[in-house]
């Protein structure tokens, strides 16, 4: 992918944008690999569920300074949550999409953001509530109204996006990253992605051909 | 359904009570199909582990054997396929897709399932499985009914049944199509080392052991596609899973061993296997021998990882995903990272031991990457992935007009040891019928060729609309599918001067010595470098 250089450690290297980690969550087929295809390549396509995770970078300019997106895209499937979770930590920010269409994925939204507390320390991660498939507006089961009540309860940001017919889709990146420079600046020069780091430098404890 | 998770072997009086309880409607349904239905009389061709050949020919059979229960055989056995009377135990839940009451769903010539032993469907080829669960409760009491042996296969009159049990799986065929019973065996265990290849052996067992109702079909949620792909291959793409071969991808020696050479060089900590490949064919492939020690890659499994990267849902990012290798370790992960180079078809994957060696695993695709472009190899790649964009099946670089033999319309060719070759499909095979048609005559080629009880070296058979020529020798086994005019003189001279044009070829054409990391002792001669890597079988 000419998707250029994706160094892992993104030590702030005045010339290199600052990098910030963030995960799409949510049930399966709502959406998310649509939305991170359509952001990253400006391209739609029914596309199988995803399959363990992807992963995707992409360069974002907010006013004056650019900051670097590294998008973890991950399978709604069950069976693809163990292999998922490790590369949740240490995320910046955290998309939590849900299909408008369908009221269970709503829910299901709910209970992921439940485990992303356990996961990970409040106020630390950045989330966003997504309802997408704004096309299907026909067949919506989940109100612009619910959502936006949701998040506000749990002070997450929110958008309805279509992945399909591109619409807010961009806005959604763009309002993370601009969150995500603000935080990062009001904390002075945290070091984000030492987390990043200190996995992929991980004791490797796994045996060979370890058993799942 | 329920009984069928009783293994403690249902009495024939048992089974006749679940028919009963289940299938309430079926006697006066039956009475009005084309046979009457007096006890027995199709039960011919059952067939158990017991009775030695299981490629006896489908033809009306001996005497009214073993107490397999009359009226469960009956539901299969209906003569004429298309106007054939509900052979459906449950025509009731009507209306739904799938359901096997449907005239289009019983047009189909091959149906494929899976069901877990408790008699719950998982997968279906067609139709919903959900409309097909009586149907499926019919299977399960014919396997539980057979205690002992173990069912293997029914015949009635054109239809073939094909049964496998895989731990708490149930995996069905029911063809009419020219395929024997090994060949559809062979299909169903391919569809077995999918799901194990997303779960994992040990870990269904476990599911199963703990909760025998559990609904496989949550965990193997988006995984349907992928078999659906698999079982189409076999009708569209004659050869794929009939031969056990990995197809490579013909490309200059010089440039494929300095692929491989790459391939060695580049390394990450726990680093297995590192492939390259376009369009579901192979470019070459490097293993790790620390990791995968003497244990060389099974062909089915190298198959395997190639249908999987070809899957759409890699067509971006880059993936990491847990991936097991059903022939190499049934119950162990392995982590696979998955990326196209360079925004070409081109497919790198790199097999690991490490969950949380993504970024390891990046690096060194990056290395690759570079050291492609050090090569120009893309631009080779391109050319020869750039045939394979033009179909949309994984359709092989050249086409059977390079061979010059005129009067050849397609073959296949599998050296004893490695790859198979087939060019690609052009007309008069251009038709999904007509793929199929060939699809089906190389099938019954192949079932011949390879009887238990007869096996034969050479066929020449002239068929209506194509005469083929297939020939199995120690060193090779070639199918030929010639113009119907050809005589048999000439069909040799076509079959000559093709086996001189592979012979020609080959280095180009097939992966005769393929790359390691180090080389076991053993390898060193020419005999051995044909059972290297992934030539085995």
Known sequence: ?212 | MEAGGDTAAPAPGGAEDLEDTQFPSEETREGGGVHAVPPDPEDEGLEETGSKDKNQPPSPSPPPQSEAPSSNCRLWSPAAPENSPTRSPESSSGGQGGDPSDEEWRSQRKHVFVLSEAGKPIYSRYGSVEALSATMGVMTALVSFVQRDAIRAIYAEDHKLVFLQQGPLLLVAMSRTSQSAAQLRGELLAVHAQIVSTLTRASVARIFAHKQNYDLRRLLAGSERTLDRLLDSVEQDPGALLLGAVRCVPLARPLRDALGALLRRCTAPGLALSVLAVGGRLITAAQERNVLAECRLDPADLQLLLDWVGAPAFAAGEAWAPVCLPRFNPDGFFYAYVARLDAMPVCLLLLGTQREAFHAMAACRRLVEDGMHALGAMRALGEAASFSNTSSTSAPAYSVQAVEAPGLRHFLYKPLMGEAQLPHLEAPYSREEERQRLSDLYHRLHARLHSTSRPLRLIYHVAEKETLLAWVTSKFELYTCLSPLVTKAGAILVVTKLLRWVKKEEDRLFIRYPPKYSTPPAASTDQAAHNGLFTGL
């Open chain 1, 1 to 212: 992918m000419a998707q250029a250089h994706r160094t892992p450690q993104p030590r702030a290297a005045p010339s290199q944008p600052r990098a910030f980690k963030l995960v799409l969550l949510g049930s399966g087929s709502v959406g998310k690999s649509s939305l991170a295809l359509r952001y990253v390549k400006n391209d739609f396509k029914s596309i199988l569920p995803t399959v363990g995770c992807a992963f995707f970078t992409k360069v974002v300019d907010v006013g004056a300074t650019s900051l670097k997106l590294e998008i973890w895209d991950t399978a709604g499937q069950e069976k693809y949550h163990s292999v998922c979770h490790l590369y949740f930590r240490g995320a910046n920010a955290a998309l939590l999409v849900y299909d408008i269409t369908r009221k269970d994925s709503f829910l299901k939204a709910q209970q992921w953001l439940k485990d992303l507390e356990k996961e990970l320390h409040p106020g630390e991660v950045l989330v966003m509530l997504v309802g997408n498939k704004t096309d299907l507006s026909e067949e919506r089961e989940v109100t612009f109204q619910e959502g936006k009540e949701f998040a506000d309860s749990q002070r997450l940001l929110f958008m309805e996006t279509s992945a399909k017919l591109n619409q807010q889709v961009r806005e959604v990146f763009n309002s993370v990253a601009q969150e995500l420079l603000q935080r990062d600046d009001g904390e002075g020069q945290a070091p984000r992605g030492d987390a990043a780091v200190a996995l992929n430098e991980g004791p490797a404890r796994q045996a060979k051909c370890c058993a799942h």
